[in-house]
């Protein structure tokens, strides 16, 4: 064998040994008494919990509940974004613990719930620790690798807890939060395209702001636009005053009002940073507090071919009741013809003639009909 198969043929087999060596199944020890799990996280009053510790690397976020709102009690004190933390408690009391995966603290690293890659949850009422807790990685589909943060036992939970690992920023971003079916009308505009969308009785009517072309919209179509309004987030909360620094604010580029069913008016500018063309500063109308924006964001309620938007005629024709097509109809009544039985039915008589049809060197016999 050639000396540089032999060098390959070792490349491989060290190559295949790594892989096995680091690709072996994490669950390396299980066990068949499930009853023993629930002891492991107990489950707790949610409303009794009053601050929550989240590690990270070395960064240290505390959440404080103050008159039942939570806010990050940080250096200087913020909303925190309530459907997150509402989230976090609601699935911590409720783990499903669905095997025991490793004993060894070797495992930590690969399951990723050592202190630098996990998420360590401490839930606290009042001074006493309820919880203590790591949120590692993806177990497998639909489960999460949890520890106890003083344990060295890795077990396998059920659910996306690793979605809470992910979470660096525990701030309120929102900007708007109205369900579609709260809207009442929305009207944008930016520097391409204006327009607004009213609720009708007929459907939604959408108005050309530039042209004052008005047309039924398509709902499917519509609600696409409005559904991120459910709860439309910021990318980050501003760095005062670094990022708001030569900003124009009396020039807005981007300005949005959404009127709810109970005439409530929630609305919001983006204005262009000095040295950033794709992050906008945003902040709504009647508060405070400044946001930053990506330009995408903002731009996905732009519809350069409002068009687009259009009901279809065969949908515009239907009556307002009718939720689906009339069927055809069906086939005219014909008279029925009485037969004479006494009358006989004379049926042509078919002769069969050949004739021979030369193909090549071959006679062939065709059989015609008449």
């Known amino acids: 064998m050639k000396t540089i198969n032999i060098i390959l043929l070792i490349i491989i087999i060290?190559?295949?040994?790594?892989?096995?060596?680091?690709?072996?199944?994490?669950?390396?020890?299980?066990?068949?008494?499930?009853?023993?799990?629930?002891?492991?996280?107990?489950?707790?009053?949610?409303?009794?919990?009053?601050?929550?510790?989240?590690?990270?690397?070395?960064?240290?976020?505390?959440?404080?509940?103050?008159?039942?709102?939570?806010?990050?009690?940080?250096?200087?004190?913020?909303?925190?974004?309530?459907?997150?933390?509402?989230?976090?408690?609601?699935?911590?009391?409720?783990?499903?613990?669905?095997?025991?995966?490793?004993?060894?603290?070797?495992?930590?690293?690969?399951?990723?719930?050592?202190?630098?890659?996990?998420?360590?949850?401490?839930?606290?009422?009042?001074?006493?620790?309820?919880?203590?807790?790591?949120?590692?990685?993806?177990?497998?589909?639909?489960s999460t690798y949890i520890r106890p943060a003083k344990s060295s036992n890795v077990y396998e939970s059920k659910g996306m807890l690793i979605r809470y690992s992910s979470i660096t920023d525990w701030r309120n971003k929102t900007i708007a939060k109205v369900p579609l079916m709260k809207i009442k009308s929305f009207d944008y505009n930016s520097p391409d395209v204006s327009y607004s969308i009213d609720k009708v009785d007929s459907g939604w009517q959408i108005t050309d702001n530039k042209t004052d072309e008005t047309f039924l919209g398509d709902s499917a179509r519509v609600a696409s636009i409005l559904k991120p309004l459910g709860k439309f987030n910021a990318s980050t909360v501003a760095d005062l005053p670094k990022d708001t620094i030569g900003t124009k604010f009396d020039k807005p580029v981007y300005h949005t009002t959404i009127t709810t069913n109970d005439g409530k008016r929630i609305s919001f500018s983006a204005y262009a940073m000095k040295d950033n063309e794709n992050m906008f500063i945003i902040k709504n109308d009647t508060g405070s507090i400044y946001y930053r924006a990506y330009k995408g964001i903002l731009e996905q309620f732009a519809r350069k071919d409002l068009s687009s938007l259009k009901k279809t005629k065969l949908a515009q024709n239907l009556p307002n009741n009718a939720s689906s097509i009339s069927n055809p109809p069906g086939p005219p009544n014909l008279k029925s013809i009485a037969v004479n039985p006494k009358v006989k039915t004379i049926t042509p008589k078919m002769k069969n003639v050949n004739s021979k049809v030369k193909v090549g060197n071959t006679k062939v016999t065709k059989r015609k009909t008449k």
């Not at 790594?18 to 492991?40: G, Q």
Request: charged residues 25%; contains cysteine; hydrophobic residues 35%.
């Open 14 to 142: 060290v190559g295949l040994g790594i892989y096995l060596a680091t690709h072996t199944s994490l669950k390396s020890y299980s066990t068949e008494d499930k009853s023993k799990f629930v002891k492991i996280f107990e489950r707790f009053d949610k409303n009794s919990i009053d601050k929550i510790e989240v590690r990270r690397l070395n960064s240290l976020t505390t959440l404080v509940s103050e008159n039942s709102k939570w806010i990050v009690a940080d250096s200087v004190p913020f909303p925190a974004d309530e459907d997150n933390v509402n989230k976090l408690l609601n699935d911590l009391d409720s783990i499903e613990i669905l095997d025991i995966c490793s004993t060894n603290p070797k495992s930590h690293f690969k399951m990723k719930v050592d202190t630098l890659q996990g998420a360590h949850f401490t839930l606290f009422q009042g001074k006493d620790t309820v919880m203590d807790i790591i949120i590692g990685g993806f177990a497998g589909y639909g």
